[in-house]
């Protein structure tokens, strides 16, 4: 599985890689993804038979998480979250596990949210109890939003969202590592609010498919739909461009997140054809050896530019390669469906958040 990319994963898991190789590789990691599966399905049932697993703390927790591998646009939505809550005068913590992060380096998720949230703390400890008892004492936080959350049961939420991509949502039906589910989708059933993120794009029949299975897996979950949407480019030294400022150039496009088609397709938004598509695992650690990777590919197509995701300019944290501007898609989210209800469901948080 190391020599497969992430584009590579997908195509083979869900069956657009085809001949013998292909079909016998999907048979090994059908027989990997039994013991797997058995394991997170003893490991609910044992948070759903004993409460005393989890930790509660005294302030409102709202959870955002996935039922697949990355890439279902968590960060815009957190970023909303803790906007919607910081204009009614809560104090807001984010708490994440910190996945990928070292001694020397944080997150790129971590990284990109204290970008876009300057005046909101951003923990990182895969104890997230003890993150939250700390953000409570340090920072007198009023509420808590856990960043992908949905399989971490220690602690108690009072509202857990769940991001369904509406590209790939239900993880080709198959957990990890034959799909790309991080638990059967049964747990679904656990979400209070279930987002079809992306839900932008023209996609009726499949919206209407995704719906109607969301309503038998999760029957008391509000609906949601949003649009993850361009917004602008941004540079590592903090300059916000049109997303114009692409238009005629030429580019090579990069990125280590979860699922490249999403960035795919919003390059395809923004009107750029990137020469060149690079990809790398998701909440990769560009080394040395990447930039020249990423070098050599503008050089031999004299490329004007490099654009990626936001969680890749961070990571990168460089306007410039070799005199050609290195660009990020900001992206911003707008709901299209579901904003009031999910509203309802915010409002006596916030209420208790600030009476804490």
């Not at 058995?38 to 989890?54: E, G, I, S, W």
């Not at 638990?183 to 023209?202: C, M, N, T």
């Not at 054809?273 to 050599?296: A, N, S």
Request: glycine share 6%; proline share 6%.
């Amino acid at each position: 599985m190391s020599l497969l990319d992430p584009a590579e994963f997908r195509d083979l898991v869900s069956g657009r890689k085809t001949g013998i190789r292909a079909g016998a590789l999907r048979f090994a990691l059908r027989l990997a993804e039994i013991p797997y599966s058995a394991v997170v399905r003893r490991r609910n049932r044992r948070f759903d038979a004993d409460p005393a697993l989890t930790a509660k703390v005294e302030i409102p927790v709202v959870s955002v998480g996935n039922l697949t591998l990355g890439g279902t646009g968590k960060t815009p939505l957190v970023s909303w979250l803790a906007g919607w809550f910081r204009r009614r005068d809560v104090r807001v913590c984010v708490i994440s596990r910190g996945y990928g992060s070292g001694d020397d380096w944080e997150n790129d998720e971590s990284l990109e949210l204290s970008r876009r949230l300057p005046d909101v703390p951003v923990l990182e400890n895969p104890n997230r109890v003890e993150a939250a008892e700390m953000a409570i004492e340090e920072f007198e936080t009023q509420l808590i939003l856990l960043d992908d959350a949905f399989q971490h049961r220690r602690i108690w939420r009072d509202l857990d969202i769940v991001l369904l991509d509406a590209l790939e949502p239900f993880g080709f039906d198959h957990v990890f590592p034959r799909g790309t589910l991080r638990e059967p989708v049964a747990g679904l059933e656990r979400a209070d609010v279930v987002v079809l993120s992306r839900a932008g794009l023209p996609l009726a029949a499949q919206k209407t498919t995704i719906r109607e299975r969301v309503a038998r897996l999760a029957p008391r979950a509000i609906w949601a739909e949003a649009a993850h949407e361009p917004r602008a480019l941004v540079t590592a030294a903090g300059s916000v461009l049109p997303l114009d400022s692409l238009s005629g150039k030429s580019a090579i496009a990069f990125c280590g997140i979860g699922n490249p088609e999403g960035f795919r397709h919003t390059l395809s938004e923004i009107g750029c054809r990137p020469l060149e598509f690079l990809t790398f695992p998701d909440h990769h650690r560009y080394l040395r050896q990447d930039v020249e990777r990423l070098r050599r590919a503008a050089a031999k197509t004299n490329a004007d530019a490099l654009v990626c995701t936001a969680k890749d300019l961070v990571k990168i944290d460089m306007d410039q390669l070799d005199r050609r501007p290195v660009y990020a898609v900001e992206i911003g989210i707008r709901f299209l469906e579901g904003e009031e209800e999910l509203a309802c469901l915010l409002e006596p948080l916030a209420r208790r958040g600030r009476e804490s």
